[in-house]
Each structure stands twice: as C-alpha cells, then as structure tokens.
C-alpha cells in the first residue's frame, strides 16, 4: 500500500501533496508503478494535536486526485476524516474506505459503507 497523504502538516511527507492534484497523482502512479497493490489518500491528519479540516476542503484535496488515479487505472483506498469525505470518495472512483475510526465517528458512515 502506497500513503498518499495531502495534508499541508503532513508528517510523513512534510505536506509536498497538498496543493497539486496532478503531482500528487503522479506520485501515486508512480508508488503503483513500483509495487504499491493500492494507494491510499487522506486529505485530514489523524496524529495527535493535528488542527481538525473543514469537511469541504478535505473533499477538495482529495476527490480531484482519486479521480486521476481511478482513471489511471490504479486501486485507491480513501482514508475520510469525514463522512462526507467518504460520501464523495466512492463515486469519485475509490475501491474501498479506510476509515481509521472503525466507522464510530462519522454519523452517516456506516449507511455509506453499505451502499
């Protein structure tokens, strides 16, 4: 599994994903191109202390890029912070949720899950 983070505080990546929808796909293109079975992308940090996103700007960091993975043909895994998130991950081409929650935080996510 390739992380796909596109967090400006990322602390994986120093946030190098978080304002270019095109690099940022090509960089999972490429983490596919060297072995990654999946990307994963989040647009909210789960580490402790990290400032909390508004739903919309998340959906705009992440719903551009799983689009251009998808039609790359590349397998991605959406890691919602919120249920809306989630909600616009799977028509924008995400092959599964990751949700680190275990579906107890977001309100509408487990009716999503099931659709």
Not at 43 to 50: K, L
Not at 93 to 111: E, F, K, W
């Amino acid at each position: 599994m390739g992380i796909l983070n596109l967090t400006p505080d990322s602390f994986s990546d120093g946030g190098k994903h978080s304002d270019d929808p095109e690099a940022a796909a090509a960089a999972g293109v490429g983490m596919a191109a060297e072995g990654a079975t999946l990307i994963d992308v989040g647009g909210e940090s789960t580490r402790p202390g990290a400032k909390e996103v508004w739903e919309g700007d998340e959906i705009k960091r992440v719903v551009p890029v799983i689009e251009r993975l998808a039609r790359s043909g590349t397998l991605v895994s959406a890691d919602p912070g919120k249920a809306g998130e989630m909600e616009a991950a799977l028509p924008a081409g995400a092959h599964i949720v990751n949700d680190v929650s275990a579906l107890l935080v977001r309100t509408v996510a487990p009716a999503t899950a099931t659709r």
